[in-house]
């Protein structure tokens, strides 16, 4: 395919003979943003360290553009943005300097560099700061630098570590359009604890759990699951669970507070239309019917105490 950008083959890594990795295998095309999600000691760092070469896989390989990380490094490298979590800034610079010094590591030509640093500060929205020394901006611009210099060699593959950590409402909301807009013609791998922020930001989620991928889908495969199969009907003259159990598809019925039902419903039926039929029929005043969602943080919780075996064919 042309337009793989990330190629993740059984990646494994050991630290003294424990698998910190394991066996992790996933693609990623050019336009993707990618949330990267899993409890602490999950495996993402180790993950994200040997997708950006600065770590060995145990076996398995990396591919960048189809160029293999292992042989040839440096190609493959080039094509990498990175911003680790812990900001890699020298904050004596102006943001001009700074910029100037990382498109000088990142290999720019010399007679890009002018360019270029331009370029990520206009899409940073940076202009209007770069003569201003990066000690003396508010933690949102820095991180906004932090992504400038990941983005100066216009790379295919950016990959942020936690990039909205310890920001306020208002910075989060700005570096997640920004994210959003780089994802649009690079890739884009994410990590983070937040999830709310996986649904807003990215279209691809992977989840990893004691070193193996336990989810690796869609963002609309997640949100589904989140849905499930359950719906919270507001009553004002309540059935017995078991007028409910009576419709076709309805597998448990359950009373809550203040008139309201639980009703759980078997996969591919959709019961909806005939409990609103019954509720007329049999007038229980029905007031209220909606999906009863489940948190995204269940879900997490959920997909990370379950068995591995149930991972997604990762989507080329
Ligand atoms: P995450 O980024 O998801 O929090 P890590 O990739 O940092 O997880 O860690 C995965 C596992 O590997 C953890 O059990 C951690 O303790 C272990 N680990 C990470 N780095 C090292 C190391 N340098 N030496 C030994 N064990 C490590």
Redesign the pocket.
């Known amino acids: 395919m042309t337009n793989l950008t990330v190629e993740a083959i059984e990646l494994t890594?050991l630290?003294?003979g424990?698998e910190?990795?394991s066996n992790v295998s996933f693609n990623l095309t050019q336009g993707q943003v990618l949330g990267f999600l899993?409890?602490?000691?999950?495996?993402?760092?180790?993950?994200?360290?040997m997708l950006t070469g600065n770590l060995a896989p145990s076996a398995g390989s990396v591919k960048i553009c189809g160029i293999d990380m292992i042989e040839n490094p440096k190609e493959a490298k080039a094509l990498i943005g990175y911003l680790p979590e812990m900001r890699p800034l020298y904050k004596e610079f102006t943001v001009d300097e700074y910029l100037t010094i990382a498109a000088r590591l990142h290999r720019v030509a010399s007679r890009n560099i002018k360019k270029a640093v331009e370029t990520a500060k206009e899409r940073c929205g940076l202009t209007h700061m770069s003569k201003r020394l990066i000690e003396n901006l508010s933690n949102g611009y820095q991180q906004r630098v932090g992504i400038a210099q990941a983005i100066i060699h216009n790379p295919m593959v950016v990959i942020l570590d936690e990039p909205t950590v310890g920001l306020d409402p208002i910075q989060i909301r700005d570096i997640r359009t920004l994210i959003r807009e780089i994802g649009t013609d690079h890739s884009v791998i994410l990590?983070t604890h937040i999830l709310p922020e996986v649904e807003m930001v990215c279209d691809h989620v992977q989840i990893?759990d004691k070193?193996k991928l336990v989810f690796n889908g869609g963002i609309d495969v997640l949100k589904r699951q989140r849905v499930g199969n359950k719906l919270l009907i507001g009553f004002n003259n309540a059935p017995a669970p078991a007028d409910l159990l009576q419709i076709a598809g309805v597998s448990e019925a359950e009373t809550l507070e203040n008139n309201m039902m639980r009703v759980r419903f078997a996969e591919n039926t959709t019961p909806h239309e005939s409990i609103v039929q019954a509720a007329v029929k049999n007038g229980w005043g029905l007031y209220q019917i909606a999906p009863d969602q489940t948190s995204l943080e269940d879900v997490f919780v959920q997909l990370t105490y379950q068995d591995a075996a149930a991972v997604e064919t990762p989507v080329a």
């Open positions: 890594r630290y003294g424990r910190a990795v899993g409890p602490n000691g999950a495996g993402k760092s180790t993950t994200m360290k990590s990893i070193g």
